[in-house]
């Protein structure tokens, strides 16, 4: 029986016409489809070769670098326009911890007098025992270098990159590697530069590590992302015998070894011990560090730019 | 579809990815984040069909991968796919299904999470598995889900539906 012919119009002999249908063919629109995602997964792959292979100073940055820019005045209007809501959160949200933050800080306050006082002291004892020495040292935070304040405009999505992109750039003295603090503390490492933005990679990245040092008994490690988790720290590499106690202070430690040195410059506070252990199998002590910034809540950063360079 | 229906897509793509960056990244519940342009892709991948769906995967993926100053094409290549695929099950056994978007996102969330690790160690970054596959995807599963059905709905108020020209089950007989 012909395709064109109903079994009941085949029975009555009949000739049977269809009725013309805009339907396409299942082959054409099958080969459309199938060619439209291969482009589409080709092109994907042939950007990610391009940017992964040439990095900076490839083809592709100078493209991604204009539609950065070209992105970014919807980025601050958005940003903008979330301020306000973000800010009443953190103002509902501060007055739920209130009594209790006031009672802590008063507490904290009176400790910290104390320590003026006696850093105060240590300060000039030092400056004095410095110049004689003709002392040389590395860069030193924050004498050394002259802040750019930026905002934070995008995060990556996802929970593959631990990273910020800030509205400061080459334009404004940026440079990669320049260490990025906020008033709590050290936030990270710029990565990526254009004229007008900056990528930063946070302290919380599996790539992240800084050297650091417990302000309190000079132990020395380096600190990085605890693995499996969001925002703890660890301070690795201590020796066992170092000494090492829960609410230790950890700062950068800015190193300096002939023409090399740390990126970051010494005293950047990092965070605060929470919990020190070691096993018997492990060669150094196991340190998690609580970090002082909110890597969750940026919404401005310091980026560090070295005064000799500006 | 049309060339209006096309400019709202885009214009819905581009308004999900950059809220996606700017805003919607740094909601962090229980360690991880929802993924808004995710949840649109798929939206628009079932309403519109799988061409759009992966076209604005594409799209949507370039605009994240520029703001972010990331490797391009790692998001485009994982919302390209994403997309292509709500669009086929759109097509075909989703068509009609009240739970189609609730479905489709789950599953969607749960594959470009893997498979957005998958590429990351190709390309050589530090990811930890247990942090990307169940610290922070488990959470954005969650939220993912919560988001699908009002997305949904959104994105169909402003793209509307691709009507589907069915067989005819009937043949005119000419004597």
Known sequence: ?310 | MSATIWLRALAVAFVAAMLQVVIVSSIVVGGGAPDILLVTVVALGLLRGSIPGAVLGFVGGLIVDVSTLGTLGVTSLVLTLAGFWAGRYGETTGRDRRLAPILAVGSITLLAGVFGFILHYLLDEDVVARHALVTALAPAFVMNLLLALPVHRLVRRIVGEELRAEPSSEVEVLV
């Open chain 1, 1 to 310: 029986m012909s395709r064109q012919r109903s079994a009941r119009s085949a029975a009555l002999g009949l000739t049977v016409r269809r009725v013309p249908t805009t339907i396409p063919s299942r082959g054409a629109g099958q080969l459309r489809r199938r060619l439209v995602v291969g482009i589409l997964v080709l092109a994907s792959l042939v950007l990610i070769s391009v940017s992964f292979r040439s990095g900076e100073d490839g083809p592709l940055s100078g493209v991604e670098s204009a539609g950065a820019t070209a992105l970014r005045p919807f980025a601050v209007g958005l940003e903008r326009v979330a301020q306000p809501f973000r800010d009443a959160y953190s103002w509902a949200d501060s007055l739920l911890t209130a009594r209790s933050e006031a009672e802590r800080l008063r507490e904290e306050n009176r400790e910290l007098l104390q320590r003026a006082i006696q850093s105060e002291f240590a300060l000039q004892e030092n400056k004095y025992l410095r110049a004689q020495l003709d002392y040389i040292d590395s860069p030193r935070f924050p004498a050394d270098f002259t802040p750019v304040v930026a905002e934070v405009t995008g995060r990556p999505a996802g929970a593959f990159t631990q990273a910020i992109v800030v509205a400061a750039g080459s334009s404004d003295g940026v440079r990669m590697n320049d260490p990025v603090v906020t008033s709590d503390g050290l936030v990270g490492v710029v990565t990526r530069v254009t004229p007008s933005l900056a990528r930063v990679q946070l302290l919380t990245d599996e790539a992240a590590a800084a050297s650091a040092i417990d302000l309190r008994t000079g132990a020395t490690g380096i600190v990085r992302h605890a693995r499996g988790t969001r925002e703890t720290l660890v301070l690795d590499r201590v020796r066992k015998q170092d000494v090492v106690r829960v609410k230790d202070e950890v700062v950068t430690a800015g190193w300096r070894a002939g023409a090399l040195s740390s990126l970051f410059p010494k005293g950047i506070p990092i965070g605060k011990v929470t919990s020190v252990g070691q096993t018997d199998t492990d060669l150094f002590q196991q340190v998690q560090v609580d970090p002082y910034v909110d890597f969750g809540a940026l919404d401005a950063v310091i980026v560090l730019v070295p005064t000799d360079r500006r």
